[in-house]
C-alpha cells in the first residue's frame, strides 16, 4: 500500500514540475491532414514554379505530412497565417531530416539546409517580408545564430548533426521573443505566416526532409 501511496505521489510531483501541453492551448497553423497525397498543398505558395516539384503532400502510418526533396533547388515554400503573437507567442512543428546537403554549412557559398522553418513578418513588398529561421543544421552547433537577405532573415540553428536522421523530432522556439532579441525590437509584430526550405542549390547537391504540425501555442 505504501509502494502505491508513492507512486502516485511521484506521478503527481511530476505532472505538476513538466505540465503537458493541452491541445487547445495551440492552433494549427498548417497540418495537413486534409491535403491531397501527391499533391502541392493547396493553400500554399512557392516564388517560382519549379519550387512545386519540391514539395507535396505524403503519408505514413495514417499521418498526412509535407515531403521536401530537392534536387538543386533553393524555392522556399510559405503559407499565410495570422495570430497574435502575444496570446501564442511559441511556434511548434515536427520535422524529420533524411538526406542532408552535402557539405552545407548555413553560411556564404554552401547556405543549404536539410530543414528550416520561418516566422514571416511584413516589411518590404520589394525586399520581402523579416523573418526568424530556425534550422537543423548538419554541422553548425545548436544554438548558433546567423543571418541572411542583408539581415531581414535571422537565423537560429536549434538541431544540429545526423543522430536523428530518420526521425521526427518535435520542437518548441518562443517565436515572440526571438523575433524582439534577434531584430533589434520591442515592437510585438503580427505574423504574415509561415515557411519553410529544405534547400541544395548552393551546394548542387540533393537534400531531403519532412515537415508536419505547424501551429502557434501559449507559453
Known amino acids: 500500500m505504501r509502494r502505491c501511496v508513492s507512486l502516485v505521489v511521484a506521478a503527481l510531483v511530476a505532472a505538476c514540475v513538466a505540465p503537458r501541453v493541452r491541445a487547445e492551448d495551440c492552433v494549427p497553423l498548417a497540418d495537413f491532414s486534409a491535403a491531397a497525397v501527391g499533391a502541392f498543398p493547396a493553400d500554399w505558395k512557392v516564388r517560382s514554379d519549379g519550387g512545386r ?22 524555392a522556399q515554400a510559405a503559407t499565410e497565417r495570422s495570430w497574435d503573437l502575444n496570446e501564442r507567442p511559441v511556434l511548434a512543428w515536427t520535422w524529420r531530416a533524411v538526406e542532408f546537403p552535402r557539405g552545407a554549412n548555413e553560411q556564404s557559398g554552401a547556405n543549404d539546409s536539410v530543414l528550416a522553418v520561418y516566422l514571416l513578418v511584413p516589411h518590404s513588398r520589394i525586399r520581402g ?9 548538419e554541422r553548425v552547433p545548436a544554438g548558433t545564430r546567423l543571418e541572411s537577405n542583408g539581415g531581414l532573415t535571422q537565423v537560429k540553428v536549434v538541431q544540429s548533426g545526423t543522430e536523428a536522421r530518420g526521425r521526427w523530432v518535435d520542437e518548441r522556439v518562443n517565436a515572440r521573443d526571438d523575433y524582439l532579441a534577434l531584430h533589434g525590437t520591442d515592437a510585438v509584430p503580427e505574423p504574415a505566416g509561415v515557411a519553410v526550405l529544405t534547400d541544395s542549390d548552393d551546394t548542387d547537391s540533393t537534400a531531403q526532409g519532412d515537415y508536419a504540425n505547424l501551429r502557434a501555442c501559449r507559453e
Open 53 to 74: 516539384s519540391v514539395y507535396t503532400i505524403a503519408e505514413e502510418d495514417g499521418r498526412r505530412f509535407l515531403r521536401a526533396r530537392s534536387r538543386g533547388h533553393g
Open 129 to 137: 517580408p523579416k523573418a526568424v529561421k530556425y534550422v537543423w543544421s
